[in-house]
Protein backbone atom coordinates (compact mmCIF):
# COMPACT_ATOMS: atom_id res chain seq x y z
CA UNK A 1 0.00 0.00 0.00
CA UNK A 2 1.29 3.59 -0.88
CA UNK A 3 0.56 5.43 1.98
CA UNK A 4 1.43 8.22 0.34
CA UNK A 5 -0.84 8.31 -2.53
CA UNK A 6 -3.97 10.25 -1.27
CA UNK A 7 -5.73 11.66 -3.63
CA UNK A 8 -8.40 12.34 -1.21
CA UNK A 9 -6.69 14.55 0.41
CA UNK A 10 -3.89 16.53 -1.69
CA UNK A 11 -6.59 18.18 -3.76
CA UNK A 12 -8.32 19.61 -1.00
CA UNK A 13 -8.84 22.68 -0.23
CA UNK A 14 -7.24 23.63 -3.36
CA UNK A 15 -8.50 22.85 -6.30
CA UNK A 16 -11.43 21.13 -4.05
CA UNK A 17 -12.03 17.75 -5.78
CA UNK A 18 -14.62 15.99 -4.28
CA UNK A 19 -15.61 12.66 -5.52
CA UNK A 20 -18.63 11.26 -5.89
CA UNK A 21 -19.55 8.38 -7.82
CA UNK A 22 -16.16 6.18 -8.21
CA UNK A 23 -16.53 4.78 -12.14
CA UNK A 24 -13.22 2.52 -13.48
CA UNK A 25 -9.35 3.82 -13.33
CA UNK A 26 -6.55 2.81 -15.51
CA UNK A 27 -2.84 3.78 -14.98
CA UNK A 28 -0.69 4.46 -17.77
CA UNK A 29 3.03 3.52 -18.35
CA UNK A 30 3.88 6.95 -16.96
CA UNK A 31 2.05 6.27 -13.86
CA UNK A 32 -0.65 8.89 -13.90
CA UNK A 33 -3.83 7.59 -13.34
CA UNK A 34 -7.13 8.12 -15.58
CA UNK A 35 -10.37 8.08 -13.42
CA UNK A 36 -14.01 7.68 -14.30
CA UNK A 37 -17.34 7.89 -12.43
CA UNK A 38 -18.72 11.73 -11.31
CA UNK A 39 -17.03 14.05 -9.26
CA UNK A 40 -16.78 17.62 -8.93
CA UNK A 41 -13.95 20.43 -9.34
CA UNK A 42 -14.38 23.54 -6.58
CA UNK A 43 -12.01 25.55 -8.54
CA UNK A 44 -10.80 26.38 -11.93
CA UNK A 45 -7.65 24.31 -12.31
CA UNK A 46 -5.48 24.44 -15.75
CA UNK A 47 -7.88 24.54 -18.84
CA UNK A 48 -11.21 23.19 -16.56
CA UNK A 49 -13.63 24.97 -15.12
CA UNK A 50 -15.74 24.38 -11.60
CA UNK A 51 -18.20 21.75 -12.36
CA UNK A 52 -19.03 17.76 -12.54
CA UNK A 53 -16.73 16.03 -14.84
CA UNK A 54 -16.92 12.07 -15.36
CA UNK A 55 -13.15 11.90 -16.69
CA UNK A 56 -10.69 13.25 -15.14
CA UNK A 57 -6.27 12.18 -14.62
CA UNK A 58 -4.22 12.44 -11.65
CA UNK A 59 -0.47 12.83 -11.34
CA UNK A 60 1.69 9.95 -9.74
CA UNK A 61 1.60 11.87 -6.27
CA UNK A 62 -2.43 11.70 -6.15
CA UNK A 63 -2.63 15.51 -7.42
CA UNK A 64 -4.86 16.48 -10.31
CA UNK A 65 -3.24 16.18 -13.42
CA UNK A 66 -3.71 20.57 -14.35
CA UNK A 67 -2.50 19.63 -18.13
CA UNK A 68 -5.55 17.26 -18.58
CA UNK A 69 -8.15 18.48 -20.26
CA UNK A 70 -11.17 16.41 -17.81
CA UNK A 71 -14.12 15.48 -19.80
CA UNK A 72 -18.13 15.44 -18.95
CA UNK A 73 -21.78 13.90 -19.29
CA UNK A 74 -24.64 14.20 -18.40
CA UNK A 75 -24.45 10.98 -16.40
CA UNK A 76 -21.63 8.94 -15.27
CA UNK A 77 -18.91 7.10 -16.39
CA UNK A 78 -18.89 3.34 -14.59
CA UNK A 79 -16.22 1.81 -17.25
CA UNK A 80 -12.98 2.41 -18.82
CA UNK A 81 -11.54 -0.28 -20.86
CA UNK A 82 -8.16 0.49 -23.33
CA UNK A 83 -8.24 -0.53 -26.51
CA UNK A 84 -5.44 -0.17 -29.77
CA UNK A 85 -3.72 2.98 -30.67
CA UNK A 86 -4.27 3.99 -26.96
CA UNK A 87 -7.91 4.88 -27.04
CA UNK A 88 -10.28 4.10 -24.13
CA UNK A 89 -13.60 2.72 -24.48
CA UNK A 90 -16.38 4.05 -21.85
CA UNK A 91 -19.29 2.98 -20.59
CA UNK A 92 -22.02 4.55 -18.43
CA UNK A 93 -25.75 5.96 -17.72
CA UNK A 94 -25.54 8.92 -20.21
CA UNK A 95 -26.64 10.72 -23.09
CA UNK A 96 -24.00 13.29 -23.91
CA UNK A 97 -20.08 13.34 -24.09
CA UNK A 98 -19.16 16.94 -23.97
CA UNK A 99 -22.62 18.17 -24.73
CA UNK A 100 -22.87 16.23 -27.50
CA UNK A 101 -24.98 13.35 -28.16
CA UNK A 102 -23.33 9.58 -26.77
CA UNK A 103 -24.03 6.25 -26.78
CA UNK A 104 -23.91 4.03 -23.99
CA UNK A 105 -20.50 2.52 -25.15
CA UNK A 106 -18.58 5.18 -26.81
CA UNK A 107 -14.40 5.09 -27.73
CA UNK A 108 -12.35 8.06 -27.06
CA UNK A 109 -8.36 9.29 -28.17
CA UNK A 110 -5.88 9.22 -25.62
CA UNK A 111 -6.28 12.90 -24.77
CA UNK A 112 -10.16 12.28 -24.26
CA UNK A 113 -11.47 14.21 -27.36
CA UNK A 114 -14.73 11.60 -28.23
CA UNK A 115 -13.95 9.19 -31.77
CA UNK A 116 -16.32 9.78 -34.16
CA UNK A 117 -15.84 6.92 -35.86
CA UNK A 118 -17.33 4.90 -33.29
CA UNK A 119 -21.16 5.18 -32.36
CA UNK A 120 -23.36 2.38 -30.60
CA UNK A 121 -26.70 2.40 -30.42
CA UNK A 122 -27.93 1.47 -26.82
CA UNK A 123 -30.55 3.22 -25.82
CA UNK A 124 -30.47 1.67 -21.91
CA UNK A 125 -28.08 -0.21 -19.53
CA UNK A 126 -23.85 -0.14 -20.16
CA UNK A 127 -21.31 -2.61 -19.98
CA UNK A 128 -19.86 -3.27 -16.87
CA UNK A 129 -16.96 -4.98 -18.80
CA UNK A 130 -15.64 -4.56 -22.16
CA UNK A 131 -12.85 -6.69 -24.42
CA UNK A 132 -11.74 -5.76 -27.97
CA UNK A 133 -10.81 -8.69 -30.04
CA UNK A 134 -7.61 -9.67 -32.14
CA UNK A 135 -10.01 -8.60 -34.91
CA UNK A 136 -10.60 -4.92 -33.43
CA UNK A 137 -14.33 -6.34 -32.87
CA UNK A 138 -15.32 -5.66 -29.07
CA UNK A 139 -17.13 -8.28 -26.77
CA UNK A 140 -19.34 -6.14 -23.92
CA UNK A 141 -21.35 -7.55 -20.89
CA UNK A 142 -23.22 -6.00 -18.16
CA UNK A 143 -27.54 -4.76 -19.70
CA UNK A 144 -28.13 -3.30 -23.15
CA UNK A 145 -31.55 -2.43 -24.89
CA UNK A 146 -31.46 -1.08 -28.44
CA UNK A 147 -34.27 1.04 -29.76
CA UNK A 148 -37.15 -1.40 -30.91
CA UNK A 149 -35.69 -4.25 -29.51
CA UNK A 150 -37.70 -5.37 -26.89
CA UNK A 151 -35.20 -8.12 -25.15
CA UNK A 152 -32.70 -6.65 -22.56
CA UNK A 153 -29.60 -8.19 -23.83
CA UNK A 154 -26.24 -9.21 -21.42
CA UNK A 155 -23.57 -10.40 -23.44
CA UNK A 156 -23.07 -8.65 -26.99
CA UNK A 157 -20.55 -8.26 -29.50
CA UNK A 158 -19.75 -5.08 -31.31
CA UNK A 159 -18.04 -4.36 -34.53
CA UNK A 160 -14.76 -2.30 -34.64
CA UNK A 161 -17.48 1.04 -35.88
CA UNK A 162 -19.72 0.46 -32.52
CA UNK A 163 -22.40 -1.17 -34.53
CA UNK A 164 -24.05 -4.41 -33.20
CA UNK A 165 -22.59 -7.53 -34.71
CA UNK A 166 -25.27 -9.43 -36.30
CA UNK A 167 -22.95 -12.73 -36.27
CA UNK A 168 -22.67 -13.35 -32.83
CA UNK A 169 -25.67 -14.40 -30.91
CA UNK A 170 -26.49 -11.58 -29.15
CA UNK A 171 -29.84 -12.50 -27.69
CA UNK A 172 -28.61 -15.56 -25.86
CA UNK A 173 -30.85 -16.42 -23.27
CA UNK A 174 -29.44 -17.78 -19.85
CA UNK A 175 -32.34 -20.62 -18.76
CA UNK A 176 -33.28 -22.23 -15.66
CA UNK A 177 -32.76 -19.23 -13.87
CA UNK A 178 -35.54 -18.99 -10.91
CA UNK A 179 -38.75 -18.02 -12.43
CA UNK A 180 -39.15 -14.47 -10.89
CA UNK A 181 -39.17 -11.05 -12.11
CA UNK A 182 -36.30 -9.05 -11.72
CA UNK A 183 -37.18 -6.33 -14.39
CA UNK A 184 -35.05 -5.26 -17.00
CA UNK A 185 -31.47 -5.19 -15.68
CA UNK A 186 -31.96 -8.60 -13.23
CA UNK A 187 -28.96 -9.83 -14.70
CA UNK A 188 -25.76 -8.77 -16.29
CA UNK A 189 -22.23 -9.80 -17.26
CA UNK A 190 -19.62 -8.26 -15.00
CA UNK A 191 -16.80 -10.17 -16.88
CA UNK A 192 -15.43 -11.33 -20.16
CA UNK A 193 -11.96 -13.26 -20.14
CA UNK A 194 -10.44 -14.80 -22.96
CA UNK A 195 -9.64 -18.63 -22.10
CA UNK A 196 -6.12 -19.63 -21.32
CA UNK A 197 -5.46 -15.67 -21.65
CA UNK A 198 -4.97 -13.75 -18.85
CA UNK A 199 -4.87 -9.56 -18.64
CA UNK A 200 -1.78 -8.35 -17.07
CA UNK A 201 -2.37 -4.71 -14.70
CA UNK A 202 -1.92 -2.59 -18.29
CA UNK A 203 -4.51 -4.27 -19.50
CA UNK A 204 -2.99 -6.33 -22.02
CA UNK A 205 -3.35 -10.05 -22.42
CA UNK A 206 -0.71 -11.93 -21.69
CA UNK A 207 -0.50 -15.88 -22.40
CA UNK A 208 -1.23 -18.49 -19.24
CA UNK A 209 0.71 -21.66 -18.25
CA UNK A 210 -2.94 -22.95 -18.67
CA UNK A 211 -5.48 -23.51 -21.74
CA UNK A 212 -4.65 -24.24 -25.28
CA UNK A 213 -5.99 -20.67 -26.73
CA UNK A 214 -3.69 -18.07 -28.15
CA UNK A 215 -4.17 -14.87 -29.72
CA UNK A 216 -4.05 -16.98 -33.31
CA UNK A 217 -6.96 -18.96 -31.61
CA UNK A 218 -8.99 -17.21 -29.53
CA UNK A 219 -12.08 -18.71 -27.18
CA UNK A 220 -13.87 -16.46 -24.59
CA UNK A 221 -16.14 -17.10 -21.64
CA UNK A 222 -17.84 -14.97 -19.49
CA UNK A 223 -16.93 -15.13 -15.52
CA UNK A 224 -19.39 -14.10 -13.01
CA UNK A 225 -22.77 -13.21 -14.42
CA UNK A 226 -23.76 -11.16 -11.66
CA UNK A 227 -25.31 -8.18 -10.33
CA UNK A 228 -28.91 -9.42 -9.58
CA UNK A 229 -30.97 -7.06 -7.50
CA UNK A 230 -31.95 -8.83 -4.62
CA UNK A 231 -35.69 -9.35 -3.47
CA UNK A 232 -37.59 -8.11 -0.94
CA UNK A 233 -36.65 -9.59 2.17
CA UNK A 234 -33.74 -11.62 0.71
CA UNK A 235 -30.39 -10.30 1.83
CA UNK A 236 -28.41 -11.78 -0.65
CA UNK A 237 -28.46 -11.26 -4.29
CA UNK A 238 -28.38 -14.26 -6.84
CA UNK A 239 -25.71 -14.69 -8.68
CA UNK A 240 -24.57 -16.95 -11.57
CA UNK A 241 -21.37 -18.26 -12.74
CA UNK A 242 -20.12 -19.68 -15.82
CA UNK A 243 -17.70 -22.37 -16.05
CA UNK A 244 -15.89 -23.49 -19.26
CA UNK A 245 -16.05 -27.07 -19.66
CA UNK A 246 -12.99 -26.99 -22.01
CA UNK A 247 -10.93 -24.78 -23.95
CA UNK A 248 -12.66 -25.19 -27.67
CA UNK A 249 -14.31 -22.79 -29.35
CA UNK A 250 -17.86 -23.39 -29.52
CA UNK A 251 -17.73 -25.14 -27.02
CA UNK A 252 -21.05 -25.14 -24.16
CA UNK A 253 -20.69 -23.05 -20.95
CA UNK A 254 -22.25 -24.48 -17.82
CA UNK A 255 -23.70 -21.34 -16.08
CA UNK A 256 -24.72 -22.31 -11.95
CA UNK A 257 -26.84 -20.12 -10.20
CA UNK A 258 -26.64 -19.55 -6.79
CA UNK A 259 -27.22 -17.34 -3.81
CA UNK A 260 -25.07 -16.87 -1.19
CA UNK A 261 -23.72 -20.72 -0.02
CA UNK A 262 -27.03 -22.31 -2.04
CA UNK A 263 -26.48 -23.31 -5.51
CA UNK A 264 -29.86 -23.69 -7.80
CA UNK A 265 -30.48 -26.91 -8.57
CA UNK A 266 -29.94 -27.49 -12.56
CA UNK A 267 -27.36 -25.59 -15.19
CA UNK A 268 -27.90 -23.76 -18.42
CA UNK A 269 -25.77 -23.90 -21.44
CA UNK A 270 -24.82 -21.07 -23.32
CA UNK A 271 -22.54 -21.17 -26.47
CA UNK A 272 -20.60 -19.10 -27.53
CA UNK A 273 -18.17 -18.70 -30.67
CA UNK A 274 -15.24 -16.46 -31.31
CA UNK A 275 -15.13 -16.11 -35.54
Not at 158 to 174: Q, R
Not at 205 to 215: H, I, V
Not at 235 to 260: E, F, Y
Request: aromatic share 10%; with cysteine.
Amino acid sequence: MDYGFRPTTVNQPYPDLSFLNNGGIFIQTDGKVLFTGDHHLGYPYGPNAPGYYSLLRLNTDGTLDSTYHYRKTNGVIWTIEPTTLGRFLLSGVYSTYEGGPAGRILRIWPDGSLDSTFHSDISRGYAKYLLEQPDGRIIAGGQFVFPNDPDTMHLIRLMPDGALDLSFNNHAEYKDIPTYSFGDFGISVDAVLQLGMERSRSGAASPTSTGSCDAASPCWTARAICSIRPLPGRAAALRTIITPRSCIVGSPLLLQHRTGASFWPGLSRALMTAR
